[in-house]
């Protein structure tokens, strides 16, 4: 029981992408399964939260630059008006 990925495959090269999906549909015990995407509500899953992941983060990137450049926020202020999501993101009750 070992894990046997090539490091020539394992780079962050997009080249290299469709060589590690071929490579891990055709291994006996692949480190991804990626046969799970055949099911349609998990992919749709997949792709629903991906997207919604990213327009919250998205969010957190833009609304600030919104604020410094459109509205004259200085960087501080901008920083204070994103507080409340940072400290709603750390509160134990949801």
């Given at each position: 029981?070992?894990?046997h990925?090539?490091?020539?495959?394992?780079?962050?090269?997009?080249?290299?992408n469709?060589?590690?999906?071929?490579?891990?549909?055709?291994?006996?015990?692949?480190?991804?399964?990626?046969?799970?995407?055949?099911?349609r509500?998990?992919?749709?899953?997949?792709?629903?939260?991906?997207?919604?992941?990213?327009?919250?983060?998205?969010?957190?990137?833009?609304?600030?630059?919104?604020?410094?450049?459109?509205?004259?926020?200085?960087?501080?202020?901008?920083?204070?008006?994103m507080?409340?999501?940072?400290?709603?993101?750390?509160?134990?009750?949801?």
């Open positions: 029981m070992g894990l990925l090539d490091h020539r495959f394992a780079g962050d090269r997009c080249h290299r469709p060589v590690l999906i071929i490579l891990e549909l055709r291994v006996r015990a692949p480190v991804v399964d990626l046969r799970v995407f055949k099911e509500t998990y992919s749709t899953g997949v792709l629903l939260m991906t997207v919604l992941g990213f327009g919250l983060y998205g969010s957190l990137v833009l609304f600030p630059i919104l604020l410094q450049t459109m509205m004259g926020y200085p960087p501080l202020e901008s920083g204070i008006a507080a409340p999501r940072g400290v709603d993101r750390c509160s134990p009750c949801r």
